[in-house]
Every structure is written in structure tokens, then in C-alpha cells.
């Protein structure tokens, strides 16, 4: 019997799942359900030495993760996604670190007045030893019409319970990724924002626990080579 050599591709783009779109979703899958450790070994290229952590001062403490963006602390599905995979990476990466749950946060802080968040007191309702702030700021995640490529800046600030003045802060570079944009025919822009908001979580959480810089390049190379197709 004759087979129609495009049966199978059509089949496959109708119900089955690119590589790109795999991998991405594999990104989601692996940093959601906690495998912050698994989602590194499976990116793995090249071992290098781990960059120490640029504060170190939370294991063993209880932290309140919050999250603001364009300067306004809220519970948006951006801020949601980033406070969750911030909480996952610390949960995994921080040894003995006790995180106050996102509710929690969201209760204390909505009776905190609009833009203007009182650190210590959220910090003394909450019972945290530590408030980590994080903002992000400027998203956005086309590059034109036919391609999907993050970018955005992001911040944090540390507060430490019964000091009125930060203790820590950090401003990160503008985040691009991935760097040759990945095509708006693999996902839906929910699906992207999801994954590239996982990532960007990341490079915030790991400014506390020790980290191989190669995983960076190990990533962008594993999803630019799935999109090269």
C-alpha cells in the first residue's frame, strides 16, 4: 500500500510537539515542580567553578519572597510566576531556608498602602528574618511579529527584620533570551512568558546559593539548537 510521505510530518505539526516547543516546555515542567537540580544536569555542557553566592547570610532563616512590576508590587501572572520559581530555586539551593508562603505574603502586604510598602513592618508581621524584594521591570517578549525573544530588567533589594536600611542590593543587567528569538509558531505567548519568566527567576535566586555560569550558555545553546530546525 502506498503511504502518503507527508502523513506523518502533518500529523506530527497537528498534534505533536516541535522540538523547540518541547524544550521549552520541558523548562517549565522540570523548574514547576521543583527539579531545580535536574533542569541543570539535563542542560549540562561544560563544568566550570561555581561563582560564590553575593549574599550568603539566609540558610537556616526565615524568608518572605516579594515581587514588584514597573515599580508596583502586585499579583499579576507576571509577579505570581516570578515569586513561585524564586521560591523554588531557594528552596532547593539554600540549605535549612524557611520560605513564607505566597499567600502569606500577598494577605500582609495588600493592607500595605499602594507604592508604598513598609519593609519592616511587613517583615515583623510576617515573622521574617529577611524580606527579598525583587523587581522587574520593562518586559517584553516579541521580536516583531513572527518571533518570540524575552527581555526585561530586574532588581533586587534585601531588607533584614529591625533594620530600616537595605542590607543588600543588586541590579541585573537587561536579560535577552534566547538570543536568536524562537518562532511564535511553536507556543503561545503564555507558554513563552511562562519559560523565559522561569529563567529569569533563576538568575535573581542564584545572587544566594553558589552557581556554575556555564549553566547560562549550556541553556541558550540547548533551546537555540532545538529551534534550528
Not at 506530527?12 to 515542580?33: D, E, K, N
Not at 510566576?81 to 521560591?87: E, F, S, T
Not at 526585561?152 to 530600616?164: H, I, N, R
Not at 523565559?196 to 541553556?219: H, K, Q, S, W
Request: with cysteine; net charge neutral.
Amino acid at each position: 500500500m502506498n503511504r502518503n510521505p507527508n502523513a506523518d510530518r502533518t500529523k506530527q505539526g497537528r498534534y505533536g510537539l516541535g522540538p523547540g516547543l518541547a524544550s521549552v516546555l520541558l523548562i517549565i515542567l522540570m523548574a514547576s515542580t521543583g527539579c531545580v537540580s535536574l533542569l541543570s544536569n539535563v542542560l549540562y555542557v561544560i563544568k566550570g567553578k561555581d561563582s560564590p553566592a553575593e549574599f550568603d547570610e539566609l540558610k537556616g532563616k526565615k524568608v518572605a519572597v516579594l515581587v514588584s512590576n514597573n515599580g508596583v508590587h502586585t499579583w499579576d501572572a507576571v509577579s505570581v510566576v516570578l515569586a513561585k520559581h524564586i521560591n523554588l530555586h531557594l528552596g532547593a539551593k539554600v540549605k535549612k531556608i524557611q520560605l513564607v508562603g505566597q499567600d502569606v505574603v500577598e494577605g500582609v502586604c495588600q493592607d500595605q498602602p499602594l507604592g508604598q510598602m513598609d519593609m519592616e513592618q511587613v517583615a515583623s508581621r510576617l515573622g521574617a528574618d529577611y524580606i527579598i524584594d525583587a523587581s522587574i521591570s520593562d518586559l517584553k517578549l516579541r521580536e516583531g511579529q513572527t518571533l518570540f525573544r524575552g527581555r526585561c530588567t530586574s532588581a533586587l533589594v534585601v531588607y533584614k527584620k529591625g533594620e530600616t536600611a537595605p542590607v543588600f542590593r543588586k541590579s541585573f543587567p537587561e536579560y535577552i533570551y534566547p538570543s536568536t528569538g524562537a518562532p511564535v509558531t511553536e507556543m503561545d505567548e503564555s507558554t513563552f512568558q511562562r519559560a523565559y519568566l522561569t529563567l529569569v527567576a533563576g538568575r535573581i535566586a542564584r545572587v544566594f546559593y553558589p552557581y556554575d555560569p556555564t549553566e547560562d550558555v549550556a541553556m541558550d545553546a540547548a533551546i537555540t539548537s532545538a529551534f534550528n530546525f
